[in-house]
């Protein structure tokens, strides 16, 4: 009698056991989170030296779980970043606002600014292109 009672306890945990590792399986279906970008490079054009401008990266979730922006990165003094921390579901919109100073600044500029979101361990990096010139600046070949 206690072989039959042991074989049934047995059998009964591990079919529990199966089902839920199958739950588990189940959570968070989708794969990691997926989005598009209104822009991934935007161009200022031509500015003044000491202009502050400013662009937003819309993210429009396109993935089937919560997109979550963590943080974001900027190389430069000149570029500053804000963005919600709020989860963004499936088909809504996300956005990274950006501040450009152009102060003390001349030339060619290409400022990137990298977005940490749950999009599988990547990160996004966006981009913001100018011309500034520069009167108190002068450059002699």
Not at 3 to 28: D, E, H, P, R, S
């Amino acid at each position: 009698m206690k072989k039959i009672i042991y074989f049934f306890v047995i059998t009964l945990l591990v079919a529990c056991n199966g089902k839920g590792q199958q739950k588990g399986g189940n959570t968070g279906t989708g794969g990691p989170a997926k989005f598009d970008l209104n822009e991934e490079i935007h161009n200022f054009g031509t500015l003044e030296a000491g202009e502050i401008v400013a662009f937003s990266f819309v993210f429009t979730n396109t993935g089937a779980n919560n997109l979550v922006i963590d943080s974001v990165g900027c190389g430069c003094y000149c570029v500053q970043a804000r963005y919600g921390k709020t989860p963004v579901g499936p088909g809504g919109k996300a956005v990274v606002d950006v501040e450009f100073d152009t102060s003390g600044l001349y030339g060619s500029q290409y400022k990137t600014i990298a977005v940490y979101a749950n999009i599988d361990g990547k990160v996004k990096e966006v981009a913001l292109v100018a011309d500034i010139i520069n009167e108190d600046i002068q450059i002699t070949y």
